[in-house]
Nanobody
Framework: AQLKESGGGAVQAGGSLTLSCAASEIILKLYDVSWHRQAPGKQRELVSTFTRDASTSYADSVKGRFTISRDNAENTMYLQMNALKPEDTAVYYC?????????????WGQGTQVAVSS
């Protein structure tokens, strides 16, 4: 697998979790990487992006609470999640994508479950 998430679990509202996504060195160097989530009965949504030129962006629903980071030495991407809310409950997926000469390369991890109780 090109991407492998870990770090999900169950936490009470207001708590914190850190998700990790292990990737190959070349993915972290060349690809834009991002976190997505999918709650039961809902479409998958973009949570946060870390581009290859180190720009970050966040969905409005997580701004100020979540922080995306990338450690090239560890070949790992992280999502630090603070002040968690029950509506953050979802399966979280990491994603890597790169477009080269018109061809898009996309990888997904297998997902990790986050459950936030009130």
């Amino acid at each position: 697998a090109q991407l492998k998430e870990s770090g999900g679990g169950a936490v009470q509202a207001g708590g914190s979790l850190t998700l990790s996504c292990a990737a190959s060195e070349i993915i972290l160097k060349l690809y834009d990487v991002s976190w997505h989530r999918q709650a039961p009965g809902k479409q998958r949504e973009l949570v946060s992006t870390f581009t290859r030129d180190a720009s970050t962006s966040y969905a409005d629903s997580v701004k100020g609470r979540f922080t995306i980071s990338r450690d090239n030495a560890e070949n790992t991407m992280y999502l630090q999640m603070n002040a968690l809310k029950p509506e953050d409950t979802a399966v979280y997926y990491c994603n890597a994508n790169w477009t080269l000469l018109g061809t898009k390369y996309v990888y997904w991890g297998q997902g990790t479950q986050v459950a936030v109780s009130s």
